[in-house]
């Protein structure tokens, strides 16, 4: 438990460095912020819009106010050409646009997530049960040519052809599950495919390797002995030991599928964060900017400390050492 | 200490979220965890290792000296083959507006490497230094650049870069020179972490050897056993990743290329090439899919090369050290 919280209190000091980091890096934008908003206003123009969207304060009040607002659930606002007003009126809020967009990124990635690992553990424990085999070589082989084919080459290529020639889905957009679960799974089926095919390789190599280590020790030899069935040897015994690298991996992975999913949203129109986050660096909408980043950053050091937990829950020498820790 | 102990001790503390496998995350698909026994046998240089190596140096030839080859001009346009698939003039076919493919795709790999080698070796030099001043005088300097790693690496790294060039070099009217030069900084402080961690684990292993503490007992100063003893043994683990890290900058170039903000479409790059080609495959009638097709291949036999010379390294690098 200690631990634990341990672990809490470091991932609170690396939200705060990377909040004051994406603050400041705002800070740094070259020459006057307001010119993009307003090309043509004058300069007390400038002067008044600074005001209001209070870029005339020093960084340590302006960070203190985003934080506030945050805790309160208030990710700030989307400049307005007429204004912001932080205490008054916000047309546009950042925490409206992140609650539409938020969901869909995250059942976009759940699902590439669960199809990667729904293809790769079989092919893991099939390859490493028949390691050295053609058909094990075969599998790495296109494995290892899969993880060259970057996520935006495959978009591209699959709705062009899936969607654009064959007519079989349309290429752009989202359908709420709510609305039609039908049109919902085929819209999101080309850039769930997108995201997952890399990861697949990954996961599969990865769970592979340790599942050949973990087939070489002595328990296994010992169910073998008991005269167990291959299939109950490898599905029960070897499967959760060699699972562990994997969960990581999976975690930290997140990472890669967020950018991932930034690229693929934007290819196939689908409004989710990535979307958002590409929307706010054209419109020059930096404190949107700051709020979905640190969205970001939250979800993705959550994710992986989860894997940390579930960590202890999947291995029991873990358990154990942190139970007498 | 037995292996499975040090194992299950190292697991036991991760001491930050991102701590146990921040290899595999971007730059290593399979880390070297446990199968060192099996993995040996498998990359060897080979034949495939040698197409690899040659592609890699045609490639890189042809990006240097594009100039001075038998092709056409990467804007010249041929309008009356616009759109037209593969020929014997032009082997890749032409774009919507008649240029050249294949000479698009030579001059595009011009910007794509400068872009990937320049933010490698900035990660390398970056990540490198502060990975090994951390992993080797340990103690506070190294919880503090821990908690740096750490906190750049709870960004995924696209989000991180597309971040920074936002700020300094995303208006529409950017230079070529500017935007470059913000891809290779951003890529390149993305990169310093990645490459810091693993420098940094290598640099903690090798440091705590008997020829380390031969050098020192011999006053031998810090400095002189991190660059003469510590270094040239983390060589070969930071070379590897430097191949694996320009294949995965290629990659990242593209992305950011689709997002808009990858090299500016006037100078073409793989990733602008794709990222433009986008809008001709909307087209109903008369798509030309070499557009995308070219750049593509090249991308992939690019980095599938890449990769497979990085494994090859790494292997033979692991073998040295288990033959030890």
Known sequence: MRAVLQRIGQLGVVLVLVTLFTAFLIDLVPGDPTIPLAPFATTDQRAQMKHELHLDRPFPERYAEWVNGVVHGNFGCYYGTSGYTAAKSCPDSVADRAKDALPISLLLMFYAQLLALIIAIPLGVLTAYRAGSLLDKGINTAAFALLAIPNFVLALVLAYYVGTKAGWVSPTGYVDFGQSPVEHFQQLALPTISLAVGQVAVYMRLLRSDMIATLQEDFVTMARAKGLSSARILWRHALRPSSLTLLTVAGLNVGTLIGGAVVIENIFAIHGMGFLIADAIFRRQYVALQSYVAIIALGYVAVNFLVDVLYTVLDPRIRHARAAG | ?324
Do not use: C
């Open chain 2, 1 to 324: 200490m037995p292996e499975p102990l040090a194992e299950s001790a190292k697991a036991a503390e991760p001491a930050t979220p991102v701590e146990a496998g921040v290899q595999p995350l971007v730059l290593d698909p399979a880390p070297a965890v446990k199968p060192t026994v099996e993995k040996a046998a498998t990359k060897k240089m080979g034949i495939v290792g040698w197409i690899a190596l040659i592609w890699i140096i045609a490639i890189f030839g042809a990006a240097i000296f594009a100039p001075l080859l038998p092709i056409p001009k990467p804007t010249k346009t041929f309008l009356l083959h616009a759109g037209e698939g593969p020929q014997l003039a032009h082997p890749l076919g032409l774009d919507g507006t008649g240029q050249d493919m294949f000479s698009r795709v030579i001059w595009g790999a011009r910007a794509s490497l400068l872009v990937s080698v320049a933010s490698v070796l900035f990660g390398l030099v970056g990540g490198g230094v502060l990975g090994l001043i951390a992993g080797y005088y340990r103690g506070k300097l190294d919880t503090l650049l821990s908690y740096v790693f750490n906190t750049f690496l709870a960004i995924p790294q696209l989000v991180l870069a597309l971040a920074i060039i936002a700020v300094f070099a995303s208006e529409p009217t950017v230079s070529v020179e500017k935007r470059e030069f913000w891809l290779v900084v951003s890529i390149g402080l993305v990169s310093i972490p990645i490459i810091g961690r693993i420098t940094r684990a290598s640099t903690l292993a090798w440091s705590q050897r008997e020829f380390v503490l031969a050098a020192r007992s011999m006053g031998a100063k810090n400095r002189r056993i991190i660059v003469r003893d510590v270094l040239p043994n983390v060589m070969p683990a930071m070379f590897s990743i430097a191949l694996l890290g320009i294949a995965v900058v290629i990659v990242l170039e593209g992305g950011l290329s689709i997002l808009g903000v990858g090299v500016p479409s006037s100078t073409p790059s793989w990733g602008n090439l794709i990222a433009t080609g986008r809008n001709e495959l909307t087209k109903i009638v008369g798509a030309a899919p070499q557009v995308i097709f070219a750049p593509s291949i090249a991308i992939f036999s690019t980095v599938l090369s890449l990769n497979y010379l990085g494994d090859v390294v790494r292997a033979r690098f692991d073998v040295r050290e288990s033959a030890l």
